[in-house]
T-cell receptor
Framework: KAGVTQTPRYLIKTRGQQVTLSCSPI?????VSWYQQTPGQGLQFLFE???????NKGNFPGRFSGRQFSNSRSEMNVSTLELGDSALYLC??????????FGPGTRLTVT | GENVEQHPSTLSVQEGDSAVIKCTYS??????FPWYKQELGKGPQLIID?????GEKKDQRIAVTLNKTAKHFSLHITETQPEDSAVYFC????????????FGAGTTVTVRA
């Protein structure tokens, strides 16, 4: 069974721009969660989507948004990028079991 | 919300020795506790997990123990090997309709040959 895939793997953007990241979950998994990983803050939960609905949201500003499609693929968008948004963005898929399996991440650098 | 604390932040062990990482959590409603291993340039890899109705779980050289009363859980790696060198994260979640994982800060494990 193929694992979680994320595209692109690396991105360089300029402050003020927006970016869209994509995540394809493991086949059959219906929940997709997004996390931000930085050296200073560690792994922080952004949001979770299940059956195209946002089921949970972390403490991030409204510039961070996401969506899920009918095939369970998910995208997250960050608008008006700030230098502090530089991070590794990880998505994880799960359901029906609790186990969450992570993708390799998208490394976003904001200059 | 849930707060997970993880200790130590770094751990250096001789090959063949055991390694122990400890975590505490604050939310008594948390009932699922996974452990992840992250190697450089990769996403976290689920290595073992435990649910609140179980006190201990083993998988070859890895074991996890859970003390619900004290709200702490631990990862034990026996007979460490160089390929065990990585960053390890503990996490906790309520599960059910809440899949949000709250992570510890991570432990960098170095296995000396």
């Amino acid at each position: 069974k193929a694992g979680v895939t994320q595209t692109p793997r690396y991105l360089i953007k300029t402050r003020g721009q927006q970016v869209t990241l994509s995540c394809s979950p493991i086949s059959g998994h219906r929940s997709v969660s997004w996390y931000q990983q930085t050296p200073g803050q560690g792994l922080q939960f952004l949001f979770e989507y299940f059956s195209e609905t946002q089921r949970n949201k972390g403490n991030f500003p409204g510039r961070f948004s996401g969506r899920q499609f009918s095939n369970s693929r998910s995208e997250m968008n960050v608008s008006t990028l700030e230098l502090g948004d530089s991070a590794l963005y990880l998505c994880a898929s799960s359901f029906p079991s609790y186990e969450q399996y992570f993708g390799p991440g998208t490394r976003l650098t904001v200059t | 919300g849930e707060n997970v604390e993880q200790h130590p932040s770094t751990l250096s062990v001789q090959e063949g020795d055991s390694a122990v990482i400890k975590c505490t959590y604050s939310d008594s409603a948390s009932n699922y506790f996974p452990w992840y291993k992250q190697e450089l340039g990769k996403g976290p890899q689920l290595i073992i997990d435990i649910r609140s109705n179980v006190g201990e779980k083993k998988d070859q050289r890895i074991a996890v123990t859970l003390n619900k009363t004290a709200k702490h859980f631990s990862l034990h790696i026996t007979e460490t090997q160089p390929e065990d060198s990585a960053v390890y994260f503990c996490a906790a979640t309520r599960g059910s309709n809440d899949y949000k994982l709250s992570f510890g800060a991570g432990t960098t494990v170095t296995v000396r040959a």
